[in-house]
């Protein structure tokens, strides 16, 4: 399961933050305010029922006669509705109300001289019910008040952090977006010259990020080790250049006493002849030795030149393996030959491409008693090489490894059945990367190993 970048998790971890913060603010603030406008109004309401019951008795005690213009007027002062019971009987008119707002219970409370609140609903209506019983007058005094005012407030209240949540929240994700990039912009740009230094480009550097200091000793701590890397490649490459090249004159001393040695071999004893062998054979594998170090490090340095031309590829792979053949004093594999392909063309250095089809086969003699079959074929527009050998072919876990400079595997500690150097197959992609090439160990229907080259084709020729 693949995992969300980096600056996508921030913008979410402030997002969510944001949210989770104004939610938990709005829901405390909303709790308290409502229990303050809660409270507040049943107080007022409380204290105007009293005045209400207060004046309904100086009214049934002085004028009852005026009794429900008293009533009329104080329900249009206050807004509530005022019932009153003697009895068990309603006195007067009053204005319709839910009946079910006065309970049994309620009514049998205020009955025995209590005096009762309730909060009731009514159609979704909150009520705010008080019972003031008025033991002077045998009445009991109900006033119910509407708390629509208190509902609408709260709605107003919870629209409002709504919309306050909604924009802290947005304002989160801004925070996020901009704290997110300048976070992660610095580490891209590390990220992208570390991609460059693996392809290769040493010259690869961070610039000043100015995102604070701990981001710009990052960068310089990235840029000196990138730098002592550099400098320490470069002197490795031009100590091994130095010393293949004072390791030439010594060795053509070497070559041409033994040349000389070889013309008199007859009058050596058979143990002198057979000296004389291992000198040469072990003359030959430095001689390449030297070479193939050399071509690497102009490689290394950057001075390899290349030639590139276009060439028709089947006529010289062909030419290619007739000269590998030769030089073997082996037979020419079978070659297989897709259709369409005597007129493609792609873009080589000749030299390097004989040295790369030179290099596999010579690997193919050494390490799998030779090449088996080759195959040419296209894939779109890429020509595509593969050479069979008949050998055991290669581990899974060694089909990069045997690419290294100087890895031979197994063999490398069998001096008496391969004479090989460890640095052709290294050549080999050097060689073919540096042309748009690429070269592989690929699944093989034989036994064998099979060495898979891709070369882009350029066009296709008459």
């Not at 303050?36 to 009852?64: E, M």
């Not at 290394?300 to 007739?322: H, M, N, P, S, W």
């Amino acid at each position: 399961m693949q995992r969300r970048s980096l600056r996508l998790r921030l913008i979410l971890i402030f997002g969510l933050g944001a949210l989770l913060l104004t939610v938990t603010l709005s829901s405390t603030i909303y709790v308290g305010v409502r229990q303050v406008l809660q409270s507040q109004q049943k107080d007022t309401d409380v204290r105007q029922a009293f005045d209400t019951a207060s004046i309904i008795r100086s009214t049934l005690s002085t004028a009852p006669l005026a009794l429900n213009q008293q009533v009329a007027a104080i329900e249009k002062d206050s807004g509530s509705t005022v019932v009153l019971l003697t009895n068990g009987q309603e006195l007067g008119p009053t204005t319709s109300y839910p009946p079910y707002l006065l309970t049994s219970d309620l009514t049998t409370l205020v009955s025995k001289n209590a005096v009762v609140t309730q909060v009731k609903a009514s159609q979704g209506t909150p009520w705010f019910v008080v019972g003031i019983p008025v033991p002077a007058v045998a009445t009991q005094v109900y006033e119910l008040f509407p708390l629509t005012q208190v509902s609408n407030s709260l709605r107003s209240l919870i629209l409002l952090l709504i919309v306050a949540s909604t924009f802290a929240t947005l304002l989160g994700l801004a925070g996020g977006i901009f704290l997110s990039f300048r976070t992660v912009r610095p580490l891209r740009q590390v990220a992208e010259a570390a991609e460059r230094i693996l392809e290769g480009d040493l010259s690869a550097r961070v610039s000043a990020l100015g995102a604070g200091h701990e981001i710009n000793q990052l960068s310089s701590t990235f840029n000196a080790m990138v730098q002592q890397l550099s400098d320490r490649l470069e002197r490795d490459a031009r100590f091994a250049s130095d010393v293949t090249h004072e390791l030439r004159s010594p060795l053509t001393g070497l070559a041409m006493a033994a040349s000389m040695l070889e013309r008199e071999k007859d009058v050596l004893s058979p143990a002198g002849q057979e000296s004389l062998g291992i000198v040469v054979a072990d003359l030959a594998i430095f001689r390449n030795l030297v070479e193939d170090l050399l071509e690497m490090a102009r490689i290394d340095a950057g001075a390899a030149d290349y030639t590139l031309e276009d060439v028709r590829a089947v006529t010289l792979l062909k030419r290619c393996i007739t000269a590998s053949t030769r030089r073997l004093a082996s037979h020419e594999p079978p070659m297989t030959i897709a259709d369409g392909l005597e007129g493609a063309v792609i873009t080589v250095d000749r030299r390097r491409f004989e040295r790369v089809v030179a290099n596999l086969f010579d690997n193919a003699a050494k390490y799998a008693s030779g090449v088996a079959q080759v195959t040419m074929s296209r894939d779109n527009n890429t020509f595509v090489i593969d050479i069979d050998d008949h050998g055991k072919g290669v581990a899974p876990d060694q089909r990069e490894a045997i690419f290294e400079r100087f890895y031979r595997g197994s063999a490398a500690h069998d001096r008496g059945s391969v004479k090989g150097t460890g640095i052709g197959l290294a050549l080999v992609r050097e060689h073919l990367s540096a042309i748009g090439g690429t070269v592989a160990v690929v699944d093989s229907p034989t036994v064998g190993a099979r060495f898979r080259i891709t070369l882009p084709i350029r066009e296709e020729s008459a």
